[in-house]
T-cell receptor, first 111, second 116 residues
Framework: AQRVTQPEKLLSVFKGAPVELKCNYS??????LFWYVQYSRQRLQLLLR??SRESIKGFTADLNKGETSFHLKKPFAQEEDSAMYYC?????????????FGAGTRLFVKA | NAGVTQTPKFQVLKTGQSMTLQCAQD?????MYWYRQDPGMGLRLIYY???????DKGEVPNGYNVSRLNKREFSLRLESAAPSQTSVYFC???????????????FGSGTRLTVV
């Protein structure tokens, strides 16, 4: 069955330290992977997509099909990065882009 | 450009009451979705509508019904609310991008529902 696993519920780092939010998935086809972010009192918003291979707000994520992982990384964390992060897997356009979300990781960046 | 608009933002219901959550998008997206968000469980898909005129069950459809009223609007109805339906509900929309790829979801601001 399709599944997205985020093993850490909470991740706490100091400002300026590197941060890595882990995401593993299980999917039989070719998945499209995403990271979404929810800042305090704001709506969920798309952070980045694996297919675009872009860096957003200093974050990057590489799809590793061998390890079925899509970890989110940032070399130097900032206090404004504190938020809830969700890894998500889209099943593709088989009648709508149904998306499975992980349980989320709360990132707390300490001053 | 409002994006995805949900109403109401907050609601308290008594067990057995019914209500409808409204969602509208102004981005001309074909697909719309309803998710519920519970602590430690992430977002779980309740129902979705791949295109106007179609609706399908998601992971947790029991106790809910939906209506895709037109391309813009997708409502979620609780016919007889139960405490287990206490949650935050999110509506989202999406569309095909270049070469049929998924550009990701645009979310509404959520509805916090409490059933007592």
């Amino acid at each position: 069955a399709q599944r997205v696993t985020q093993p850490e519920k909470l991740l706490s780092v100091f400002k300026g330290a590197p941060v890595e939010l882990k995401c593993n998935y299980s999917y039989s086809g070719s998945p499209e992977l995403f990271w979404y972010v929810q800042y305090s009192r704001q709506r969920l918003q798309l952070l980045l997509r694996h297919i675009s291979r872009e860096s957003i707000k200093g974050f990057t994520a590489d799809l590793n099909k061998g390890e079925t992982s899509f970890h989110l990384k940032k070399p130097f964390a900032q206090e404004e990065d504190s938020a809830m992060y969700y890894c998500a897997l889209s099943e593709g356009n088989t009648g709508g882009f149904k998306t499975i979300f992980g349980a989320g990781t709360r990132l707390f960046v300490k001053a | 450009n409002a994006g995805v608009t949900q109403t109401p933002k907050f609601q308290v219901l008594k067990t057995g009451q019914s209500m409808t959550l409204q969602c509208a998008q102004d981005m001309n997206h074909n697909s719309m979705y309803w998710y519920r968000q519970d602590p430690g469980m992430g977002l779980r898909l309740i129902y979705y509508s791949a295109s106007e005129g179609t609706t399908d069950k998601g992971e947790v459809p029991n106790g809910y019904n939906v209506s895709r009223l037109n391309k813009r609007e997708f409502s979620l109805r609780l016919e007889s609310a139960a405490p287990s339906q206490t949650s935050v509900y999110f509506c989202a929309s999406s569309d095909l991008g270049h070469q049929g790829t998924n550009y990701g979801y645009t979310f509404g601001s959520g509805t916090r529902l409490t059933v007592v």
